[in-house]
């Protein structure tokens, strides 16, 4: 129910005293809102819950309210809803979001028709810098990669869905690789890359090899071969809360003469592959 007003020597009925409790308690049961919303006038006092799985919006304009009204909102459902300034002005304190994951909510206390702040409601452990959330995985199998060209290493492709669109994912990895030659004098050597989804975010970089990059093995005699473990800490800012795909390529740097390259097996040991979402 929307704020009441009351006029001196007024009897109060029981439902302007319900909506009385109710604005005591940051609006009592929350009007349910399925779809982007603009607040009104009615909503000054009240709870406005989102509940979608898309994207919403929560706009604020001017002229509606007035200073030491409240607005409680609150986000039921997977799709993040972004409380947003329209012709208002909305303000927030530093390091807080206007942006709402599931299960988040906060206040708008207007300090005058045309402004109000935004207070957050405090979540715990999704503050900042907390692991929210970890998914891994191991592999010993082995993949040989005879080609220049970045080819996907098996068992090596994990997926995490972000609890919110601010967080950040910081992956470790723990790859055994392997480069070998068949001949005295040949070159040969591996890389590696790191990708979110299509887009290569991290490269493993050395500078040998000419202008390749990665592991380099040159071989005084045949059948040389050269083992190494490539170690990846990279921080990613995926900026979404939809699943998100992460996962690791490989590639020989010659195929010359019979050379060759592996990642994993039997020969070089296990590899690790570590998601950790980081609360913003």
């Known amino acids: 129910m929307a704020k009441q007003t009351f006029t001196t020597g007024q009897v109060l009925t029981a439902a302007q005293m319900t909506s009385l409790q109710q604005t005591a308690m940051l609006g009592g049961e929350a009007a349910v809102k399925t779809a982007s919303y603009t607040l009104v006038a009615a909503d000054a006092g009240t709870s406005v819950a989102m509940n979608s799985t898309s994207a919403t919006t929560v706009t ?3 002229g509606l309210f007035a200073a030491g009204d409240t607005v409680n909102i609150v986000n039921q459902n997977t799709g993040v809803c972004t409380i947003t300034a329209g012709t208002a002005t909305v303000n927030k304190a530093s390091g807080a979001s206007l942006a709402l994951s599931q299960y ?5 206390d207007f300090v005058s028709a045309s402004s109000a702040i935004f207070f957050p409601f ?3 452990s999704s503050g900042g810098g907390k692991v929210l959330q970890v998914v891994s995985t191991t592999s010993t199998t082995g993949t040989t990669i005879n080609s220049t060209s970045f080819t996907d290493i098996t068992n090596m492709s994990l997926s ?14 723990m790859q055994p690789a392997a480069a070998y030659v068949s001949t005295a004098g040949d070159t040969a050597g591996n890389s590696m890359q790191l990708l979110r989804d299509a887009t290569v975010i991290n490269i493993v970089q050395t500078s040998h090899f000419g202008t390749a990059s990665g592991m380099y093995l040159y071989a005084g005699g045949p059948g040389a071969n050269l083992g190494a473990v490539y170690g990846v800490s990279f921080l990613d800012s995926p900026a979404t809360t939809s699943s998100t795909t992460y996962k690791i390529q490989g590639r020989a740097l010659s195929t010359a003469n019979s050379g060759g390259s592996s990642f ?6 296990g590899a690790s592959f570590i998601l950790m979402e980081i609360g913003a």
């Open 160 to 173: 995490i869905t972000p609890s919110s669109a601010t967080s950040k994912v910081l992956v470790l990895i």
């Open 60 to 62: 604020v304009n001017t």
């Open 264 to 269: 994993g097996g039997s020969s070089t040991g």
């Open 104 to 108: 988040q909510g906060g206040v708008l």
């Open 122 to 124: 405090d979540v715990g």
